[in-house]
């Protein structure tokens, strides 16, 4: 959405219908069939940080100013390099488990795997070799089937073999706890 200029002030068009600049809210309104609509989460770029407007209660057609906020946007995280990876056009985030993700693309390393090799067959998963989430780099991911992957990630989990094994191990660490 670009603001543009005619005789009668500034808009914004969206989905074809002119939402006209309120300059002292800052918000843009509508006025379809009769009735008041506000262009909701409209964006502003300051720096390094967006800022959107929307509706408390979410109810756009509510135009008492009151219901309207300005809040930061993905959680007033600032955008610096360090926060994302680019890959071509698409930004991708680290998450709160080491992956990079991006909200409409998924996760980086299932991404970029298709680039060079094909599309992901069903059943199986892209591993990261070194075990290091955050490194996406081709000579890093391995196409493996996903019982494998997990046979895989078992190899280095001593809770995982016979039943009488797992009680030993339960034993030592009670005992030293104890």
């Given at each position: 959405m670009?603001?543009?200029?005619?005789k009668r002030?500034?808009?914004?068009?969206?989905?074809?219908?002119?939402?006209?600049?309120?300059?002292?809210?800052?918000?843009?309104?509508?006025?379809?069939?009769?009735?008041?609509?506000?262009?909701?989460?409209?964006?502003y770029?300051?720096?390094?940080k967006?800022?959107?407007?929307?509706?408390?209660?979410?109810?756009?057609?509510?135009?008492?100013?009151?219901?309207?906020?300005?809040?930061p946007?993905?959680g007033?995280?600032s955008?610096?390099?360090?926060?994302y990876?680019?890959?071509?056009?698409?930004?991708?985030?680290?998450?709160?488990t080491?992956?990079?993700q991006?909200k409409?693309?998924?996760?980086l390393?299932?991404?970029?795997?298709?680039?060079s090799?094909?599309?992901?067959p069903?059943?199986?998963?892209i591993?990261?070799?070194?075990?290091?989430?955050?490194?996406?780099?081709?000579?890093n991911?391995?196409?493996?089937?996903?019982?494998?992957?997990?046979?895989?990630h078992?190899?280095?989990?001593?809770?995982?073999?016979s039943?009488?094994?797992?009680?030993?191990l339960?034993?030592?660490?009670?005992?030293r706890?104890?």
């Amino acid at each position: 959405m670009i603001e543009q200029t005619d005789k009668r002030g500034i808009y914004i068009e969206h989905e074809g219908v002119k939402y006209r600049l309120w300059p002292k809210r800052g918000f843009y309104v509508s006025q379809v069939g009769g009735k008041q609509a506000m262009l909701h989460r409209v964006l502003y770029w300051n720096g390094n940080k967006a800022t959107e407007i929307i509706p408390a209660d979410g109810e756009p057609r509510n135009l008492n100013p009151d219901n309207w906020i300005s809040r930061p946007r993905n959680g007033g995280r600032s955008c610096s390099k360090a926060d994302y990876q680019s890959f071509g056009e698409l930004r991708f985030y680290a998450n709160e488990t080491g992956y990079w993700q991006s909200k409409v693309h998924g996760f980086l390393h299932r991404y970029v795997w298709p680039t060079s090799y094909g599309k992901i067959p069903a059943g199986h998963v892209i591993h990261h070799k070194d075990h290091d989430r955050s490194n996406n780099r081709l000579c890093n991911l391995e196409l493996m089937t996903a019982s494998d992957h997990s046979k895989h990630h078992a190899k280095d989990n001593k809770w995982m073999g016979s039943a009488a094994n797992i009680e030993q191990l339960k034993a030592a660490q009670l005992k030293r706890w104890s």
